[in-house]
């Protein structure tokens, strides 16, 4: 089963997401998605993980979640965003190659049976139109992601002001 949070920056997903995680497992999986691009982001991401207590079961991977086996779990995927990014810069930047890669990977992860997986992601193009013609590239990358992996969800939430409001399930 997918559930997809989405909604904007600082909206509370990841906060809803890890509060569902908990009420539905006592041994959540958490999967980050981000790469380490300098030392600043390097320090976000060891200040996220250790505000997760021994509760959690933390794997990191930038790319191949289909590597992960979900089965029997209940798991976050934090984010699509800085998931897509990955696949956005390897391909240099290239949103056809990047879209279909990132598709296998969501269709490998929706076949894995006995599962749970909490989706994070953002809602980009709801705020101010891209500068960068890679921007706006990007800004269309996440949004037809967002599409495919709403529609292969049994749950999608989006977060308003720390606000859940329900829009499919």
Same mark, same amino acid.
Request: net charge negative; with cysteine; proline share 1%.
């Given at each position: 089963?997918?559930? +997809?949070?989405?909604?904007?920056?600082?909206?509370?997903?990841?906060?809803?997401?890890? %509060? +569902?995680?908990?009420? #539905?497992?006592?041994?959540?999986?958490?999967?980050? /998605?981000?790469?380490?691009?300098?030392?600043?982001?390097? #320090?976000?991401?060891?200040?996220?993980?250790? %505000?997760?207590?021994?509760?959690?079961?933390?794997? *990191?991977?930038?790319?191949?979640? !289909? *590597?992960?086996?979900? !089965?029997?779990?209940?798991?976050?995927?934090?984010?699509?965003? #800085?998931? +897509?990014?990955?696949?956005?810069?390897?391909?240099?930047?290239?949103?056809?190659?990047? #879209? &279909?890669? !990132?598709?296998? &990977?969501?269709?490998?992860?929706?076949?894995?049976? %006995? /599962? /749970?997986?909490?989706?994070?992601?953002?809602?980009?193009?709801? $705020?101010? =139109?891209?500068?960068? =013609?890679? $921007?706006?590239?990007?800004?269309?990358?996440?949004?037809?992601?967002?599409?495919?992996?709403?529609?292969?969800?049994? /749950?999608?939430? +989006?977060?308003?002001?720390?606000?859940?409001?329900?829009?499919?399930?």
């Amino acid at each position: 089963m997918i559930t +997809l949070i989405t909604g904007g920056e600082r909206s509370g997903k990841s906060n809803y997401a890890e %509060n +569902l995680a908990k009420n #539905l497992s006592e041994n959540p999986m958490y999967v980050a /998605t981000a790469r380490k691009w300098d030392e600043d982001f390097k #320090l976000r991401v060891d200040r996220h993980q250790k %505000n997760r207590d021994a509760q959690w079961i933390n794997i *990191e991977k930038e790319k191949q979640l !289909s *590597e992960i086996d979900f !089965s029997g779990r209940v798991a976050i995927v934090d984010c699509v965003t #800085l998931w +897509l990014t990955n696949f956005f810069v390897d391909t240099k930047n290239d949103v056809e190659l990047s #879209l &279909e890669q !990132s598709k296998i &990977e969501i269709d490998a992860i929706a076949k894995q049976e %006995n /599962t /749970t997986i909490i989706i994070v992601t953002n809602e980009i193009g709801m $705020g101010v =139109h891209a500068e960068t =013609h890679i $921007g706006r590239k990007f800004t269309e990358l996440q949004g037809w992601m967002n599409q495919y992996i709403a529609q292969k969800a049994e /749950t999608v939430v +989006l977060m308003v002001s720390g606000i859940p409001v329900k829009i499919k399930g």
